[in-house]
């Protein structure tokens, strides 16, 4: 255990949050999402694990520690749902409201199409999928900066 680390982020993830740069990219996803054979093309080449945790807890987690690239609004993707793409689902709204907070403001997320989002996330650093099991629980961040104290 760390001070003022939340729990949820085990070793195998604080390292890649860390590792990333500026504009790199990571997923969030839900347990149907094909976490392995996406991440096998990632940066980091295999599939990274918050087990048990919702993908909003997972959000909460990861962005208590990732600065969003916040000149690049909106810096989040969601997987869109198939024939109704401005269709936010519950899991969807639980993540937006995790974003808000973290950023301490409204930032709302832009959609991305099914089979788009897969071919952006093998692009990505790393997959990190979550014990979610709702359907369209998948996200797409993108790291930003932190300013150098004044």
């Given at each position: 255990?760390?001070?003022?680390?939340?729990?949820?982020?085990?070793?195998?993830?604080?390292?890649?949050?860390?590792?990333?740069?500026?504009?790199?990219?990571l997923v969030i996803s839900d347990?149907?999402?094909?976490?392995?054979?996406?991440?096998?093309?990632?940066?980091?080449?295999?599939?990274?694990?918050?087990?048990?945790?919702?993908?909003?807890?997972?959000?909460?987690?990861?962005?208590?520690?990732?600065?969003?690239?916040?000149?690049?609004?909106?810096?989040?993707?969601?997987?869109?749902?198939?024939?109704?793409?401005?269709?936010?689902?519950?899991?969807?709204?639980?993540?937006?409201?995790?974003?808000?907070?973290?950023?301490?403001?409204?930032?709302?997320?832009?959609?991305?199409?099914?089979?788009?989002?897969?071919?952006?996330?093998?692009?990505?650093?790393?997959?990190?999928?979550?014990?979610?099991?709702?359907?369209?629980?998948?996200?797409?961040?993108?790291?930003?900066?932190?300013?150098?104290?004044?």
């Amino acid at each position: 255990m760390l001070k003022n680390i939340d729990p949820a982020l085990n070793a195998d993830v604080l390292h890649a949050l860390r590792a990333m740069g500026h504009g790199d990219t990571l997923v969030i996803s839900d347990t149907n999402f094909p976490s392995d054979s996406v991440a096998r093309h990632t940066t980091v080449g295999k599939v990274l694990h918050i087990d048990n945790v919702s993908a909003a807890r997972a959000m909460k987690a990861i962005l208590s520690v990732l600065p969003l690239d916040t000149p690049l609004q909106p810096s989040v993707g969601r997987m869109e749902v198939m024939g109704a793409p401005d269709q936010l689902e519950p899991v969807q709204a639980e993540v937006q409201k995790e974003i808000d907070a973290a950023e301490g403001k409204p930032a709302p997320m832009y959609g991305i199409e099914r089979f788009a989002f897969y071919e952006k996330a093998k692009q990505a650093y790393c997959v990190i999928t979550t014990g979610e099991t709702r359907f369209y629980g998948c996200f797409l961040l993108t790291k930003g900066v932190i300013p150098p104290a004044a």
